[in-house]
């Protein structure tokens, strides 16, 4: 059974730094995986991408303060996110996509106030 288990997050003032993680179970093998994140009243957006040769984008909304990266032996995947802003609060989910289906892990609130 394919499952993504998020970790990290949390409360950071403005200007700060937080890492989310993903750990992908019951998968075999490296799959592209993706960030996206919904605020309140909103729809879930993209954030950024890994592909399975490690090849990285990013929306323009994050290019430049977030990195996506991956440590394959650990099956885990890293949002390490930059010099936040209030706008970046949302829960932040992490995603892939197997044959068809699409798994989502359970969500990480970040929230970034004074």
């Known amino acids: 059974q394919v499952q993504l288990v998020q970790a990290g997050g949390g409360l950071v003032q403005p200007g700060g730094s937080l890492r989310v993680s993903c750990t992908a179970y019951?998968?075999?093998?490296?799959?592209?995986m993706d960030w996206y994140r919904e605020a309140p009243g909103t729809q879930r957006d993209f954030l950024a991408r890994?592909?399975?040769?490690?090849?990285?984008n990013y929306a323009d909304s994050v290019k430049g303060r977030f990195t996506i990266s991956r440590d394959n032996g650990a099956n885990t995947m890293y949002l390490q996110m930059d010099s936040l802003r209030p706008e970046d609060t949302a829960v932040y989910y992490c995603?892939?996509?197997?044959?068809?289906?699409?798994?989502w892990g359970q969500g990480t609130q970040v929230t970034v106030s004074s």
């Open positions: 995603h892939t996509n197997l044959g068809g289906f699409s798994y």
């Open positions: 890994i592909t399975s040769s490690g090849q990285t």
């Open positions: 019951g998968i075999v093998g490296i799959f592209d």
